[in-house]
Nanobody
Framework: QVQLVESGGGLVQPGGSLRLSCAAS????????MGWYRQTPGKQRELVAF???????NYADSVKGRFTISRDNAKKTVSLQMNSLKPEDTAVYYC????????????WGQGTQVTVSS
């Protein structure tokens, strides 16, 4: 069974930084598009950023210039460096692994809470 385990969430002041990591197991990591999504109560889960198997990246407009996604295929990890954090970045952040052409090859982590507050 595929496992995605997030870490690195927590409480940070506005303007601060956090780094989220996601460790994948039981997965052919290299071929998956890896992404980070976030969700707040009462709202739909939204894309934050993804990185393709070839290393191309895509970001939500709200995080461009502040967040950076990266992957390490040898370690089967994907990271999200979050800088200049704002209160509106507060959410549960989820790691995602998917093959875009497949409906079934789409996996989620359990989520990690990020709270930006003074």
């Amino acid at each position: 069974q595929v496992q995605l385990v997030e870490s690195g969430g927590g409480l940070v002041q506005p303007g601060g930084s956090l780094r989220l990591s996601c460790a994948a197991s039981r997965i052919n990591f290299n071929i998956y598009r890896m992404g980070w999504y976030r969700q707040t109560p009462g709202k739909q889960r939204e894309l934050v950023a993804f990185i393709t198997s070839g290393g191309s990246t895509n970001y939500a407009d709200s995080v461009k210039g502040r967040f950076t996604i990266s992957r390490d295929n040898a370690k089967k990890t994907v990271s999200l460096q979050m800088n200049s954090l704002k209160p509106e970045d507060t959410a549960v952040y989820y790691c995602n692994a998917r093959i875009p052409s497949s409906d079934s090859l789409n996996y989620w982590g359990q989520g990690t809470q990020v709270t930006v507050s003074s």
